[in-house]
Nanobody, 124 residues
């Protein structure tokens, strides 16, 4: 098992910056892809960003390119999503996920392990 615990969400204003964290525990994830997804009310979960744990590859949704950065602290087993210049349309529950295959990194169904989610609300 891989356990993922997100934190860092909250209520922010338009244009603010926010850093979400995902602490990883359990089996080794050295060869995993780590992803961030978000879910809007009444909609399907959608891709935000992903990276190989070793940092060799990163991927971003067009909606967040230039505003978000995915990174990790290997010593702390933590994945981050830095969000800058947030918009009201960024309001969603954000989920951290782990994928042991790393083939379809933008598809929620490809991820085996998920955190409980953290709410981000951007007020206008």
């Amino acid at each position: 098992q891989v356990q993922l615990v997100e934190s860092g969400g909250g209520l922010v204003q338009v244009g603010d910056s926010l850093r979400l964290s995902c602490i990883v525990s359990g089996r080794s994830i050295v060869n995993y892809y780590m992803g961030w997804f978000r879910q809007f009310p009444g909609n399907e979960r959608e891709f935000v960003a992903a990276m190989a744990w070793n940092g060799a590859r990163t991927h971003y949704a067009d909606s967040v390119k230039g505003r978000c950065t995915i990174s990790r602290d290997n010593a702390k087993n933590t994945v981050f999503l830095q969000m800058n210049s947030v918009k009201p349309e960024d309001t969603a529950v954000y989920y951290c996920a782990a994928d042991s295959v790393g083939i379809e990194v933008a598809r929620p169904a490809a991820y085996e392990f998920w955190g409980q989610g953290t709410q981000v609300t951007v007020s206008s």
